[in-house]
Nanobody, 124 residues
Framework: QVQLVESGGGLVQAGDSLRLSCAVS????????MGWFRQAPGKEREFVAT????????DFRDSVKGRFTISMDNAKNTVYLQMNSLKPEDTAVYYC?????????????????WGQGTQVTVSS
């Protein structure tokens, strides 16, 4: 069983930065694609970003483009979400996710694995 464990969330002020980490453990099958989703209070879980194994292909939702960066460190089996210029509307529980495939199901919100989530709170 693949396990995903997020860390790095916290309480910050608008304009601050955070870097979330997702540690991958267990047996993984390549190719695979990693991603981040988030769920704000009273809202549905939404796509944030994805990255393929090589790091050559990334995708972001429009509201975070230019502010967030997703990266992968294969040696550490860790994916990161660097969040800059945080806004109160970024407040949510952020979930790491993985698809053992080409990423179509992940992008559609149907990954093979979910992490437990880490809380990000941005105050104004």
């Amino acid at each position: 069983q693949v396990q995903l464990v997020e860390s790095g969330g916290g309480l910050v002020q608008a304009g601050d930065s955070l870097r979330l980490s997702c540690a991958v453990s267990g047996r993984t099958v390549s190719p695979y694609v990693m991603g981040w989703f988030r769920q704000a209070p009273g809202k549905e879980r939404e796509f944030v970003a994805t990255i393929n194994r090589s790091g050559g292909n990334t995708d972001f939702r429009d509201s975070v483009k230019g502010r967030f960066t997703i990266s992968m460190d294969n040696a550490k089996n860790t994916v990161y979400l660097q969040m800059n210029s945080l806004k109160p509307e970024d407040t949510a529980v952020y979930y790491c996710a993985a698809e053992e495939g080409l990423g179509k199901r992940l992008r559609e919100g149907r990954p093979d694995y979910w992490g437990q989530g880490t809380q990000v709170t941005v105050s104004s």
